[in-house]
């Protein structure tokens, strides 16, 4: 049960801090690819990149990286909202500490 609560803990941290400055999209995920003149949508999930595509406008790049994530951590949300508070930071020490 220790993994799977990491593994919520984790998609919590990433569905609610999606705002980057690195990227001018301002979007995780989601970046101007010079070589393409194109937006770049892509997403990491298990240690994994998988990419989105390449899209014209920057509002496509961002929809398919909304729906990436829709698909990929809605059911890590309703384990989640099945044991609510049960998932909390204090749970995963690192280190021993």
């Known amino acids: 049960m220790d993994a799977l609560a990491e ?6 941290g ?6 980057s400055k690195v990227t001018k999209s301002g979007v995780k995920g989601v970046c101007w690819d010079k ?6 949508s892509y997403i990491m999930f298990k240690g994994k990149l998988s990419e ?6 920057l ?5 398919a ?9 809605r059911p890590f949300e309703a384990i989640d909202t099945a ?3 049960k998932f909390k930071r204090t749970d995963f020490k690192r280190n021993g500490k």
């Open 52 to 57: 989105l595509g390449y899209f014209l406008k």
């Open 7 to 12: 593994t919520i803990y984790k998609v919590k």
């Open 65 to 73: 990286k909304r729906e990436a994530e829709e698909k990929l951590f």
């Open 14 to 19: 990433l569905l609610n801090n999606n705002k």
């Open 35 to 40: 070589r393409e003149k194109k937006w770049r």
């Open 83 to 85: 044991y609510p508070g």
């Open 59 to 63: 509002e496509d790049a961002i929809k």
